[in-house]
């Protein structure tokens, strides 16, 4: 059992479209509660009233997508509120927070996948967190193909060409293998319950090291 932490801690949970994100921080959240932590669960884009807005113009509008730089900027946008709303209050309680999504997901999509410059990128994104980072990155790494056919969902990213995933899927390889201190790489398409263990053991080990 990890001890309770005595401040904030951001563990963000990043993969391509169909890795499991979702349900492996539900298992986390459990895991920890039980621990006894206090823990916030959130996610981007989407994780404030603001965010609900942007998240449907950035996935589900179909008829009217974001050129590349516009898309940049609405993530950037949904970041801000999402830090300053949630994360940072959360932080500053004292709580584990478990985001589907942060700053990795902008350069992985946004840097590598949609081929906006890197250093750009990275400086618009650290005034957008306003100096908030994660402490853990979790990359729930699966075949392109493989998250797909998972996921079969309807919004924007979905309809983007495998090419498209594989370059995303390159960007979060070389930005783990970049800081792999920070970040801890899974199989994403190992059966689910080796998943969960490794995903949990994986947490549960830096929290112990804080």
């Known amino acids: 059992m990890s001890r309770p932490a005595a401040r904030g801690c951001l563990i963000a949970f990043e993969g391509t479209e169909g890795a499991g994100k979702s349900t492996h921080i539900r298992h986390v959240a459990e895991m920890l509660r039980g621990d ?15 965010g609900a807005q942007l998240r ?7 008829d009217s997508a974001p050129r590349p730089l516009a898309e940049l ?3 950037l946008a949904d970041r801000a509120q999402h830090v300053e709303q949630v994360i940072a209050p959360a932080l500053a309680a004292g ?11 902008t350069i992985a999509y946004q840097g590598y996948g949609r081929g906006l410059d890197l250093d750009e990128l990275r400086r618009a994104d650290a005034w ?11 990359l729930l790494d699966c075949p392109v193909r493989v998250g797909l056919q998972r996921a ?4 924007r990213f979905h309809a983007e060409l495998e090419a498209f995933h594989e370059r995303v899927r390159r960007g979060f390889q070389a930005e783990a293998a970049a ?10 398409s190992q059966p689910e319950e080796v998943v969960r263990a490794a995903v949990l053991d994986a947490v549960r080990n830096h929290l112990r090291g804080q």
Do not use: N
């Not at 957008?128 to 990155?137: D, E, H, K, T, Y």
């Not at 079969?152 to 919004?155: A, I, K, L």
């Not at 800081?179 to 994403?188: C, F, N, P, S, Y």
């Open 73 to 75: 900027f609405l993530y």
């Open 95 to 105: 709580c584990v927070v478990l985001t589907d999504r942060f700053s990795p997901s």
């Open 128 to 138: 957008a967190r306003g100096g908030v980072s994660p402490q853990l990155v979790i």
């Open 56 to 62: 449907d113009l950035l996935l589900h509008r179909l």
């Open 152 to 155: 079969r969902g309807s919004d």
């Open 36 to 50: 006894g932590h206090r823990v916030e669960v959130t996610a981007e884009p989407g994780g404030t009233a603001l």
């Open 179 to 188: 800081a792999a201190a920070l970040w801890r790489v899974v199989d994403a």
